[in-house]
């Protein structure tokens, strides 16, 4: 299996733990790298977190191997993207992202991890965007999770298609608190809960079935955000039932377009699922 180097050029006098924290490693990550020898300056593996060092000092860090707890399923996944960091790949609707019970793998996760499996890729499922069931599109999956922390703090633009009841307007900012509702995996409007922004605007107005094709960007990244949005505004996603649709359809909702800058290749990634 290939392991994962990341190599940096120290600029200042400070400890390697310090620099670790500066790159986005998290106290348990750095503990059990420098414990495992995975650390080192100038080529000499570093023993101790408080070794100081200095001004282009070469530092190069090899990322753990990690252990799949995952059930394995061999399924087809269609790939949009992957490098040595990163699989991003495109989600079925009706399929779940992650299991809903242990030991169960008709999921995406666990054909993620059949893939990793088949690749010799060391590494568990590291999930950065989660998707509903009932939403297909873009999942970005990181190969370990250091590489997971990173992207969870890096800003990730999203943009999804929908078609929702009504005719909505050409384009506006919907901003609602969402709260859990008790005993349930769905959200309700809530003044005390958290704020949800989502931007977006009207592409089509279908007369006859009386719906509207939007694009929607989400600025804030809430649990069944854009479904309880456009709920809130009377214009539910066309056969959400949860959400107060009373038409008897499959939902359409996907995750079509993404850019980041990549935090490790240090350049703009730009995906879009073509219609």
């Known amino acids: 299996m290939k392991n994962i180097e990341i190599s940096f050029t120290n600029d200042k006098t400070q400890t390697i733990s310090n620099f670790m924290l500066e790159k986005g490693f998290s106290s348990s990550n750095i503990f059990h790298e420098i414990n495992q020898k995975l650390v080192f300056v100038n080529n000499i593996p570093v023993r101790d977190k408080n070794v ?18 995952l059930p394995l399923k061999k399924d087809e996944i269609n790939i949009l993207y992957e490098d040595e960091y990163l699989l991003i790949v495109n989600k079925p609707s009706k399929l779940l992202v992650e ?14 991890a059949n893939y990793f499996f088949e690749h010799e890729i060391p590494s568990k499922v590291h999930i950065v965007n989660r998707l509903d069931k009932c939403t297909s599109g873009i999942v970005i999956i990181a190969k370990n999770r250091y590489i997971k922390n990173l992207m969870c703090n890096t800003k990730i633009c999203k943009k999804y298609l929908a078609i929702v009841e009504g005719k909505t307007e050409s384009s506006s900012t919907i901003k609602i608190n969402i709260g859990k509702e008790a005993y349930s995996n769905s959200r309700k409007l ?3 809960g958290k704020q949800s922004i989502t931007n977006y605007k009207t592409i089509s107005y279908n007369e006859k079935n009386n719906t509207s094709l939007i694009e929607a960007e989400i600025i804030t ?20 039932e949860i959400y107060g649709s009373k038409i008897k359809e499959d939902i ?3 995750a079509y377009y993404t850019k980041f800058r990549h935090p490790l290749i240090n350049k703009f990634i730009e995906l879009t699922i073509q219609q």
Not at 107 to 112: D, E, F, G, P
Not at 221 to 240: E, K, N, Y
Request: net charge negative; aromatic share 6%.
């Open 190 to 192: 809530d003044d005390n």
């Open 221 to 240: 990244g809430r649990t069944h955000q854009i479904r309880l949005s456009f709920s809130s505004i009377g214009h539910p996603l066309v056969g959400d």
């Open 99 to 112: 299991p809903y019970k242990i030991g169960t793998n008709n999921n995406l996760a666990s054909m993620v």
């Open 252 to 254: 359409y909702l996907m």
């Open 52 to 69: 100081e060092i200095f001004k282009g000092d070469r530092i190069k860090i090899i990322l753990a191997h990690e252990v799949n707890e």
